[in-house]
C-alpha cells in the first residue's frame, strides 16, 4: 500500500495550489478515509482535512474551512487537495494518509506518504 503525493510549490499570499495523492496497493479497501496533514518548522503534525472514499464525506480543520477543498477521483484513485486564498501561515510540509475512519489525530492514520512543500510568501 503507497501514498504519492505531489503539486507542492510556491506562491505569493492570496494565490492557490492543488496538491495530488495517488494511491494503490490491493490491500487499499480496509482504507476507507483518506486525508491530508500539515508540518510547519518546529511545530507538530496537524490534520488539515479528510474524506471518506466510498460517501465523500469531509472534515476541515477550522484554520482551513472555507478556502480548502479535498476531493476524490475513484478513477484515478487519487485525492486532492484544492487550496484557494493561500496564508503565509499555510506554510508547511503537507503529508498525504489514509486510515480506517474519520479522525484528526495523527494516530487515527496508519499509512503516510512522503511530503510535499507548500511555500507561501507574503
Known amino acids: 500500500v503507497q501514498l504519492q503525493a505531489s503539486g507542492g510549490g510556491s506562491v505569493q499570499a492570496g494565490g492557490s495550489l492543488r496538491l495530488s495523492c495517488a494511491r494503490s496497493?490491493?490491500?487499499?479497501?480496509?482504507?476507507?478515509?483518506m486525508g491530508w496533514f500539515r508540518q510547519a518548522p518546529g511545530k507538530e503534525r496537524e490534520f488539515v482535512a479528510a474524506i471518506r472514499w466510498s460517501s465523500g464525506s469531509t472534515d476541515y480543520a477550522d484554520s482551513v474551512k472555507g478556502r480548502f477543498t479535498i476531493s476524490r477521483d475513484n478513477a484515478n484513485k487519487a485525492v486532492y487537495l484544492q487550496m484557494n486564498s493561500l496564508k503565509p501561515e499555510d506554510t508547511a510540509v503537507y503529508y498525504c494518509?489514509?486510515?480506517?475512519?474519520?479522525?484528526?489525530?495523527?494516530?487515527?492514520?496508519?499509512?503516510w506518504g512522503q511530503g510535499t512543500q507548500v511555500t507561501v510568501s507574503s
Open positions: 496497493g490491493r490491500t487499499f479497501s480496509s482504507y476507507t478515509v
Open positions: 494518509t489514509a486510515g480506517p475512519s474519520f479522525g484528526r489525530l495523527r494516530s487515527d492514520y496508519s499509512i
